[in-house]
Structures are given as C-alpha cells and as structure tokens.
Nanobody, 125 residues
C-alpha cells in the first residue's frame, strides 16, 4: 500500500510559475514509476508527465514539454512538478499517481494503482 499526499497548487496569473509536491508513505522503497495527470472541468483526466524509479528518465505530454519539469527525491519520498510559463489552458485539478508494478512509466491512467487527493491549479489570463 502506498499513500500519496499532495501539496502546492493555487491561483496564479498567466506566465507565473508553481510547484506541486506529492509525498509517498507506506512503502519502504521508491522502486516504482510515478506520474502527474490533470483533469479540467468537463474533460477526461489526461497524462501530463511521468518519471521512472530513479528519476533518470522523464516523459511529457506535448502540451507541457519545455514548460513543466517532473522530478523526484527518493530520499524524501517526494515527487515534484515544476510548472513554468503557465497558461489558462493549464487550469485543472492535478493528480499524482504511482505505478507500483513498474519501474518505467506508462501513460494511461489505468496503469496507475495509487493516486493523490488532487490539487487545484487555476491560471488567470
């Protein structure tokens, strides 16, 4: 069992930056893939970024590549999402997720077996 607790988020203006955090507990190792997804009002939850167990490989959705950075600190059991140059289209509830069955990430939400509680990010234009 893995528990994921998110922090960060809030209301910012277009062009601003924000960092989300996701702290894991309940498992003694960090040898699993993690990811961030988001869900805008009236839309399906979509993939944003993913990272392998060591942090050495990262993957991004086309819409955020070059603006967002996913990272992890396994010593702190924490996953991060640094979001720069935010746009109104980035407004959504953001979720962290863990796939404890793999060390390298997949992109589909059904591959992930544990989820954070979600945090609202609102970007005003």
């Amino acid at each position: 069992q893995v528990q994921l607790v998110q922090s960060g988020g809030g209301l910012v203006q277009a062009g601003d930056s924000l960092r989300l955090s996701c702290t894991a507990s309940g498992r003694t190792d960090s040898n699993y893939a993690m990811a961030w997804f988001r869900q805008a009002p009236g839309k399906e939850r979509e993939f944003v970024a993913a990272i392998n167990w060591s942090g050495g490989s990262t993957f991004y959705a086309t819409s955020v590549r070059g603006r967002f950075t996913i990272s992890r600190d396994n010593a702190k059991n924490t996953l991060y999402l640094q979001m720069n140059s935010l746009k109104s289209a980035d407004t959504a509830v953001y979720y962290c997720a863990a796939d404890t069955t793999r060390v390298s990430p997949e992109y589909a939400l059904w591959d992930y077996d544990y989820w954070g509680q979600g945090t609202q990010v609102t970007v005003s234009s």
